[in-house]
Structures are given as C-alpha cells and as structure tokens.
C-alpha cells in the first residue's frame, strides 16, 4: 500500500500563486507516475498534470499549462504542483494519486489517492 498526504491548500486571491505538497510513504518502490487531479462542486475530477516518479516525463492538462509546475523529490518522497496566475475556475479540491504501471491522464489509472486539499481563488 502507498499513503498519500496532501498540503498546502489555502484562499489566495487571484493572479497569486500557491504551492502544493504530496508525501508519499508505505510502498513507494511500487510508484511509476505521480499524478494531480481537481474536483470543483458539480464537476467531475480533472487531470491537472503527472509525473514519472524517475522525473523524465510530464505531462499537463490544457487548463493549467503554462500555469502550474509539477516536479518531485524522491529522496524526501514528495511531489510538488506549484501554482501561478491563479484564476477563479482553479477553485476545487486537490487530489494527489499514485500510478504503479504507467503515465496517465485518467483517474481511473491511478492506483491510490489522498485525501485532497481544498484551493479557494477569490477576485
């Protein structure tokens, strides 16, 4: 099993940025991809970017590109989604989740998630 934790979620205000965390622990040895995901009330969850744990692919969802950075620190099992140019539409709960086989874009590729943690953006 892989244990996820999300942080780093808050109310910024718009054009601000935000920086979330994801700690791995338990069977990280079993992770291939690392992955972000959203979910705002009423949506359904959406791919926000992934990264391959050994960093040499990314991949971004269209409405963050530009925008967000994902990247990872293995030594310390964290994965970071840095956000900049914050708009209003980012608002949503933020999931990590953990792929064991590939890169994907789809949720229903991921393996285990976290709890999420929630980003406010107000004008």
């Known amino acids: 099993q892989v244990q996820l934790v999300e942080s780093g979620g808050g109310l910024v205000q718009a054009g601000g940025s935000l920086r979330l965390s994801c700690a791995a622990s338990g069977r990280t040895f079993s992770i291939y991809a690392m992955g972000w995901f959203r979910q705002a009330p009423g949506k359904e969850r959406e791919f926000v970017a992934a990264?391959?744990?050994?960093?040499?692919?990314?991949i971004y969802g269209d409405s963050v590109k530009g925008r967000f950075t994902i990247s990872r620190d293995n030594a310390k099992n964290l994965v970071y989604l840095q956000m900049n140019s914050l708009k209003l539409d980012d608002t949503a709960v933020y999931y990590c989740?953990?792929?064991?086989?590939?890169?994907?874009?789809?949720?229903?590729?991921?393996?285990?998630w976290g709890q999420g943690t929630q980003v406010t953006v107000s004008s």
């Open positions: 989740a953990a792929e064991e086989t590939g890169l994907s874009i789809r949720a229903a590729s991921y393996d285990y």
């Open positions: 990264i391959t744990w050994s960093g040499d692919r990314i």
